[in-house]
């Protein structure tokens, strides 16, 4: 089991940007995948970005593809999202899991509290 804690949310302008972080423990962070994953209020939760576990290969789903990167520091076990050119679509709570294989929107462990992003038009 990896535990995670998600910050760096907050409220921001249509078109500005954050950076998310996700410090995990647990000795087995980078022996796997990561992955962050959203849910806006009313919605499912869904995935947004995911990172292989020596961060070479990288996944995005269409809507945040050149806008948001994902990355990782195995050392300071702690995955990164950095969001530009936001849109008031990607308000949401944000989480980060691990997932079995790069791609895979299938989280191995409990949710952590997340942290809120909101962008106002």
């Known amino acids: 089991q990896v535990q995670v804690v998600e910050s760096g949310g907050g409220l921001v302008q249509t078109g500005g940007s954050l950076r998310l972080s996700c410090a995990a423990s647990g000795r087995t962070f980078s022996n796997n995948a990561m992955a962050w994953f959203r849910q806006a209020p009313g919605k499912e939760r869904e995935f947004v970005a995911g990172i292989s576990l020596g961060g070479t290969g990288i996944y995005y789903r269409d809507s945040v593809k050149g806008r948001f990167v994902i990355s990782r520091d195995n050392a300071k076990n702690t995955v990164y999202l950095q969001m530009n050119s936001l849109k008031p679509e990607d308000t949401a709570v944000y989480y980060c899991?691990?997932?079995?294989?790069?791609?895979?929107?299938?989280?191995?462990?409990?949710w952590g509290q997340g942290t809120l992003v909101t962008v106002s038009s």
């Open positions: 899991n691990r997932v079995p294989i790069l791609g895979s929107s299938r989280a191995l462990d409990a």
